[in-house]
């Protein structure tokens, strides 16, 4: 069964309601028992009848996830490198300003996940690396 027609101005005044109430139009839609896709509808027809002030959308409830690259890491036991002595990770003819620098560097082992910031102490990064390897996590 169909439900009862809504007339254009009540509909624009449920569009200007949700989109000034602060949640998103999907969180707004479900407290309201309105179903999206008829929302959707309304302001897809309304902007057609030229009502061109209607709010853009707040944005949607999750992010999109973020372009990763993922690199394996394997710990070896016969590296002589001391972890007291960091090593210098980007090599001199790289320029640093075509790195990333705005984004964290995100390392997962195992069930473990850290997130590491630009500019971290090399020295305090590599201890935690060795504590994670000594976990085994």
């Not at 990763?68 to 990770?89: A, G, K, M």
Request: charged share 25%; hydrophobic share 35%.
């Amino acid at each position: 069964m169909r439900s009862k027609r809504i007339p254009a101005e009540e509909q624009y005044r449920l569009i200007m309601e949700c989109r000034q109430s602060g949640l998103t139009d999907h969180q707004w839609c479900v407290e309201h028992d309105i179903k999206p896709r008829t929302f959707y509808n309304w302001v897809k027809r309304l902007r057609q009848k030229g009502c061109v002030d209607l709010p853009a959308s707040t944005g949607r409830a999750y992010r999109a996830p973020e372009s990763q690259e993922i690199v394996r890491v394997d710990f070896h036991d016969t590296d002589p490198i001391s972890y007291e002595q960091p090593l210098n990770v980007i090599p001199a003819a790289t320029e640093r300003n075509n790195l990333s620098v705005a984004e964290p560097m995100n390392l997962s082992v195992g069930s473990f996940h850290l997130t590491i910031p630009n500019g971290t102490d090399p020295q305090l990064l590599a201890q935690t690396l060795r504590i994670v390897k000594e976990l085994g996590c």
